[in-house]
Nanobody
Framework: QVQLVESGGGLVQAGGSLRLSCSASGRISSLYGMGWFRQAPGKEREFAAAISGNGRNTNYADSVKGRFTISRDNVKRTLYLQMNSLKPEDTAIYYC??????????????????WGQGTQVTVSS
């Protein structure tokens, strides 16, 4: 079992930055890839970014590419999402998730086994 806890969400003005963190415990290791998804009010949950278990491969949704950076520290067992140039449309609950995979970086949420509870990000215009 893998347990995930997100933090770092909050309220920020458009153009600002936030860094989300996801602390992992349990059977998490470099064999597990990790990702960030988000769900805006009234919308379905969507993929934002993923990083492979070995940290060498990343994948981003077109909507965040060039503005968000996903990274991980396997020693600290922590996943990060640096979000720059934030827009009001980035407002959502952000979820951390994990899947078993060293190289892959899936965008399909059904490939993820473990999920955190989410952290709210609100971007004001």
């Amino acid at each position: 079992q893998v347990q995930l806890v997100e933090s770092g969400g909050g309220l920020v003005q458009a153009g600002g930055s936030l860094r989300l963190s996801c602390s992992a415990s349990g059977r998490i290791s470099s064999l597990y890839g990790m990702g960030w998804f988000r769900q805006a009010p009234g919308k379905e949950r969507e993929f934002a970014a993923a990083i492979s278990g070995n940290g060498r491969n990343t994948n981003y949704a077109d909507s965040v590419k060039g503005r968000f950076t996903i990274s991980r520290d396997n020693v600290k067992r922590t996943l990060y999402l640096q979000m720059n140039s934030l827009k009001p449309e980035d407002t959502a609950i952000y979820y951390c998730a994990a899947y078993y995979g060293v190289i892959r970086t899936p965008s399909n949420e059904h490939e993820y086994d473990s999920w955190g509870q989410g952290t709210q990000v609100t971007v004001s215009s």
